[in-house]
């Protein structure tokens, strides 16, 4: 691949990213401003930093691999090899997804009772509504973020740039209608509006997914051009690719899910602790209040 078009792919998904990022960061003003302050986002945390660790399990670096080993054969004429990497890689990313959502909606009234929710205004009940509410998620982003390593591996940033700003702006606008919706239309419950607000990622996740399959299928004739083209020169038994995957693949998960582990711990301890040492619980919030306003989004 020319150094040029190296740059124009670098330059494209960097983009891409720093746009998805930028509104990840400034959506939480008018969310705070819809949920009249920010004590609520203790509960939007509850949910979501499980999330990210059961995320980090469900894809366990597959994504980044199949990027990799299909750029590796494409660079030597073997299409049919990525083909059958990308095509075993989605049955794989369905089921860790449907396993992990299925892991995280069950266990979701045990997460919920090891939060620290004293003094926060909110149930066990609430919690896990809340978890479960995120939890759908995990069924699409595994799939999705499959294919945008596909597409990457054929040096094609175009379709992971466009798919994230679009799942970028599908959930916040999900997020910030739907929770208005529930609080000033319905005049639901906070929890009630926040399950929405997690709820989004699902919904994001699956416009993102829609556009990476709008790219695949208007693509898959130029696809299939080069897969009659393999050499069929090269015999790699896939169940030693992943083997190599997955041992690959560990340090990768583990430091991906670290930052997520050490909010999790915190937040099964930290309103403990006041609580423990004499404050009230109030002061809790401000903890979730520092965590939301410098994660990433």
Request: aromatic share 14%; glycine share 10%.
């Amino acid at each position: 691949m020319s150094s040029s078009k190296l740059l124009r792919g670098t330059f494209i998904l960097t983009l891409g990213t720093f746009i998805s990022k930028f509104l990840g960061l400034f959506y939480v003003i008018p969310f705070y401003w819809i949920m009249g302050g920010a004590g609520p986002m203790t509960l939007y945390n509850f949910g979501y930093v499980p999330y990210q660790i059961f995320l980090g399990i469900a894809t366990a670096g597959v994504p980044l691999a199949v990027a990799k080993y299909v750029a590796k054969y494409n660079a030597i004429g073997e299409y049919e090899i990525g083909r059958r990497l990308f095509r075993t890689g989605v049955y794989l990313m369905l089921v860790t997804g449907i396993l992990s959502f299925i892991a995280m909606y069950a266990l979701a009234p045990v997460l919920a009772g090891l939060q620290s929710i004293e003094g926060s205004g909110y149930t066990v009940a609430d919690v896990t509504t809340v978890i479960r509410a995120v939890s759908f998620a995990l069924i699409v982003i595994p799939v999705m973020s499959l294919i945008r390593g596909f597409f990457q591996g054929y040096q094609s940033m175009g379709p992971s740039a466009v798919s994230q700003v679009v799942e970028q702006i599908v959930r916040i606008a999900f997020l910030l209608a739907g929770s208005a919706f529930v609080l000033y239309v319905l005049h639901g419950t906070i929890a009630s509006a926040i399950s929405l607000a997690t709820f989004a990622a699902f919904i994001g996740a699956l416009a993102s997914l829609i556009c990476l399959l709008w790219y695949f299928f208007k693509r898959k004739k130029g696809l299939d051009a080069l897969l009659r083209t393999s050499k069929g020169e090269v015999t790699v038994s896939l169940p030693s690719m992943y083997k190599d995957i997955f041992i690959t693949a560990i340090p990768f998960v583990v430091v991906g899910i670290a930052s997520s582990l050490y909010q999790q711990i915190d937040q099964f301890t930290f309103g403990r602790i006041l609580t423990w040492i004499g404050y009230s619980g109030h002061e809790a919030r401000i903890y979730s209040v520092l965590l939301t306003s410098v994660r990433k989004n």
